[in-house]
C-alpha cells in the first residue's frame, strides 16, 4: 500500500473514531476505488457497517477481504460480529473460532465469543472463553461485567457478585455492570437492592 492510502486509511479511521461515521464511510470508499483488494480498508468499512447496524453490508465487505486473505484473524473476528448481529449464532461462533486459532492473543475475540454462547443459552462454555479472555487481559471491565453475568446465569451467584463487583472497581460508568449486578441481586430476592443498581444503571445510559 502506498502511503497516500495509508494516510487516507488513517484519516478514515481517525473520523470513524470521532463518530463521523458518513465521511469516514466516504475516505474507506475512496481508497477502495482506487485499490479494490485493500483489505484494511474492506476491514474498517466492514465494522463501520457492523456498529452502524448494517450488518448485511458488512458481511459483504469482510467476506470480500476474506477471499483475499482467508487466514486474516481481523476479518474472522468482524464477520463473527456481524453474523451476531443478523442472528446467525452459529457462523458468529464459527468465525470467531477461526480467528481465536489463528490469534489466540486477542481477550475482545474471546468475550465476543462468550457473549454468543450466552446467547445460545450455554452460560457455562461462556464462562470459559470469559476466563480466557481476562487471563489475557485482567483490567478488561466490560468481560468482567459479563463473566459475572454469565456466572448469574450458571447458577454461581457468589463468583457472580465477585465478578460485577470487580467489573465496577475497573469501570464505575458501565451501565451494563450495574445492572447486570442488579439482576444477580434480584435473583437473591434483594429487591431494594436490586432496584437501586437498575436505577444506576438507567442514570449512566438514560
Known amino acids: 500500500m502506498n502511503d497516500a492510502l495509508q494516510t487516507r486509511l488513517e484519516d478514515g479511521f481517525a473520523l470513524l473514531q470521532r463518530g463521523d461515521i458518513a465521511r469516514a464511510e466516504s475516505v474507506f470508499l475512496s481508497v477502495l476505488e482506487q485499490d479494490p483488494r485493500n483489505i484494511d480498508a474492506l476491514n474498517l468499512l466492514g465494522m463501520l457497517y457492523v456498529n452502524n447496524f448494517r450488518p ?13 486473505a482467508p487466514n486474516n484473524p481481523e476479518s ?6 456481524a453474523h451476531t448481529y443478523q442472528g446467525q449464532l452459529d457462523k458468529a461462533v464459527e468465525h470467531f473460532r477461526r480467528s481465536i486459532r489463528l490469534a489466540p492473543d486477542n481477550p475482545m475475540t474471546f468475550n465476543n465469543l ?12 461462556a464462562i470459559c472463553e470469559y476466563e480466557r479472555a481476562l487471563r489475557l487481559k485482567p483490567d ?3 468481560c468482567w461485567s459479563n463473566f459475572a453475568a454469565a456466572l448469574n446465569e450458571a447458577e454461581q451467584r457468589k463468583a457472580a457478585y465477585r465478578a460485577v463487583k470487580r467489573a465496577i ?11 447486570n449486578k442488579g439482576d ?13 443498581c437498575y436505577e444506576k444503571a438507567a442514570a449512566l445510559s438514560p
Open 56 to 68: 448485511e453490508d458488512a458481511v459483504l465487505c469482510i467476506n470480500k477481504a476474506l477471499k483475499l
Open 76 to 81: 474472522h473476528a468482524n464477520l463473527g460480529l
Open 114 to 125: 462468550g457473549n454468543v454462547l450466552r446467547e445460545q443459552g450455554k452460560p457455562r462454555d
Open 140 to 142: 478488561f471491565g466490560m
Open 169 to 179: 472497581a475497573l469501570d464505575p460508568e458501565l451501565a451494563q455492570a450495574h445492572n
Open 184 to 196: 444477580i441481586l434480584l435473583a437473591d430476592a434483594l429487591y431494594t437492592e436490586a432496584l437501586e
